[in-house]
């Protein structure tokens, strides 16, 4: 239960209970379209959806379920039934946070953003003494980037590195002016300088 189509002109995605997000984001992609999903793809979109859900585009459009239009849903009981503003608004209610309490989602309608611009993304690592400029940039880039950024920030003492500490931030933007990130010398190959 994978399949997605997407509505252009209503600017919608319906998917079906089993989709992951990377079968939203190829089918939006075909319209130029995306919804708000998870920073990672390879997940579900079941459990991202019905427990919240954020991602890259949370920043300027909020969280999953704040786009989140209706979800068809198995009742324990047998009934199918559509959960909406205007249907089951109570179960609509509490499945954007709770959901999988309740039953089991068929098919989930989102609302789908105009995504004309390619976003440029990757991930950066730094060695510790790096830590407090990739902060400050974090902090700057996130503050004035008006939601078109997002970035998250990790430590990790990864064995390929000797088991030194590094930070790493995954990251996406579209903002046009490209900004100048902390020194990208110190990745994950280096050693700690
Ligand atoms: C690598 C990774 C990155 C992540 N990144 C993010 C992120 O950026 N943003 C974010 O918000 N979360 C993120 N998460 C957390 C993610 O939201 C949860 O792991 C979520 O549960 C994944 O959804 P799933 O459908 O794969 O869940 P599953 O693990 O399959 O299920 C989780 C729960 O949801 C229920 N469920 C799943 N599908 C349905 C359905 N169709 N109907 C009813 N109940 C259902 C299951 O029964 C279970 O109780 C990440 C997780 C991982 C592992």
Redesign the pocket.
């Known amino acids: 239960m994978r399949k997605v189509s997407v509505d252009p002109a209503a600017k919608t995605i319906t998917a079906q ?2 989709a992951l997000w990377v079968d939203v984001d190829d089918a939006a992609q075909e319209h130029r379209l995306a919804a708000v999903g ?3 793809n390879h ?6 959806t ?6 890259w585009l949370s920043p300027q459009r909020g969280l999953v379920i704040d786009n989140l239009l209706s979800v068809r849903m198995v009742l324990a009981d047998g009934r199918i039934v559509t959960a909406s503003e205007k249907e089951n608004t109570d179960l609509f209610w509490a499945l954007r946070g709770a ?2 309490n309740f ?3 068929t098919e989930f309608v989102y609302r789908a953003f105009d995504q004309k611009v390619d976003p440029w993304c990757g991930l950066l690592a730094f060695t510790p003494d790096k830590l407090e400029k990739v902060v400050e940039f974090l902090n700057d880039a996130v503050a004035t980037g008006k939601g078109r950024n997002g970035m998250l920030l990790g430590f990790a003492c990864p064995p390929p590195t000797g088991g030194y500490p590094r930070s790493w931030f995954p990251f996406s933007t579209t903002e046009q002016k490209r900004r100048r990130t902390p020194r990208t010398r110190a990745c994950l190959t280096s050693s700690p300088s």
Request: glycine fraction near 50%; charge should be neutral.
């Open positions: 209970g089993g998870g920073t990672v997940t579900g979109i079941g459990g991202l019905l427990q919240g859900g954020y991602g959901g999988s039953g089991v989602a």
